[in-house]
């Protein structure tokens, strides 16, 4: 009933930059805090930045300086540039977002819902 879908990942060199793009979609009343995370090869998943509604916005320190998440409230899109790419930035980045949305029967349910991964690959 609700679907978030990302795009955007790729390889790109040291020193480059990538924007990715989530898009939340189906019977969705609000969204809260959304979010980007990621998960390298052995290693467990990690908060990379998160946005709230109002755009307050928080990053892990390996990110700070060079990756900036933003949000279209009225697209329900949450977007990360990622400038300043390091190899130590490889992982499959997963959008997160916190929400309500409508039950066959109406009824708002909340759900803490997870995209399927887009891959960033940063190596020359």
């Known amino acids: 009933q609700v679907q978030l879908v990302e795009s955007g990942g790729g390889l790109v060199q040291p020193g480059g930059s990538l924007r990715l793009s989530c898009v939340a979609s189906?019977?969705?009343?609000?969204?809260?805090?959304m979010g980007w995370y990621r998960q390298a090869p052995g290693k467990q998943r990690e908060l990379v930045a998160t946005?709230?509604?109002?755009?307050?916005?928080n990053y892990a320190d390996s990110v700070k300086g060079r990756f900036t998440i933003s949000r279209d409230n009225v697209k329900n899109t949450v977007y990360l540039q990622m400038n300043s790419l390091k190899p130590e930035d490889t992982a499959v980045y997963y959008c997160?977002?916190?929400?309500?949305?409508?039950?066959?029967?109406?009824?708002?349910?909340?759900?803490?819902?997870w995209g399927q991964g887009t891959l960033v690959t940063v190596s020359s």
């Open positions: 189906g019977r969705i009343f609000s969204i809260n805090a």
């Open positions: 946005v709230t509604t109002g755009g307050s916005t």
């Open positions: 997160n977002a916190g929400l309500t949305y409508y039950s066959d029967s109406y009824y708002l349910n909340p759900l803490d819902t």
